[in-house]
């Protein structure tokens, strides 16, 4: 079981524009059943972890939010309920521990935002970081991981539009 940033990014560091859009990222060429890609990747994860603006998001551009694994979203404000969806303000610790025993030994995927990532580094949770670069800069935004992190290189692949590369996180 590993705890593991999956996401996709902008050349120069960024996983959505200032007005959260991802239509630079939605709108390129990828292999679903190539290196790094979704599919296969979303067969280990048996829990997810995401901040207030990606559940917003997901909202806003998903007829049918999210599948159905466990996902806990960290925020202050009151959403919806949705199934399989658990709103809180825990600490990250707390949080993570719900996820690993929900898991039960799939991997932990923490979605986003960078802040939340880093928050989970913070207390020594983050094993392993995957990020599909693509072939844009952006010039600002929400940045990928708001954090100083030594990382090994233990993967890298071209995925049609993308180069994706897999790091575990060096302690
Ligand atoms: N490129 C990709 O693959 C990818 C992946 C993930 C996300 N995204 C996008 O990137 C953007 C990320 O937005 P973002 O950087 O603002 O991050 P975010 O984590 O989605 O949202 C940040 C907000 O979540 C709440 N939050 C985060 N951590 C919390 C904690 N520990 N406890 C309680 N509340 C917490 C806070 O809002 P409240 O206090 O108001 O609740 C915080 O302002 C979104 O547009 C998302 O769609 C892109």
Known sequence: MATIY???CSLDGFI??????????TSRDIDDEGPMAYPAFSQ??????MGANTWQWILDHDDDPWGPKPTWVLTHRAFAPSPQVRFTSAG??????EMTEVAAGKDVWVVGGGELV????DAG?????WIQYAPCTL?????????????????????RDFACVRHTVVR
Do not use: K, M
């Open 6 to 8: 999956y996401t996709g």
């Open 16 to 25: 959505a524009t200032e007005d959260h859009s991802l239509d630079w990222l």
């Open 44 to 49: 280990r994860v048996g829990a997810c972890a």
């Open 92 to 97: 990250v610790r707390e949080v993570h521990a």
């Open 118 to 121: 880093g928050a989970f580094h």
């Open 125 to 129: 949770l983050l094993d392993e970081v």
């Open 139 to 159: 010039g600002g935004g929400a940045p990928v991981l708001p954090r100083s992190i030594e990382l090994r290189l233990e993967e890298v692949a071209r995925n």
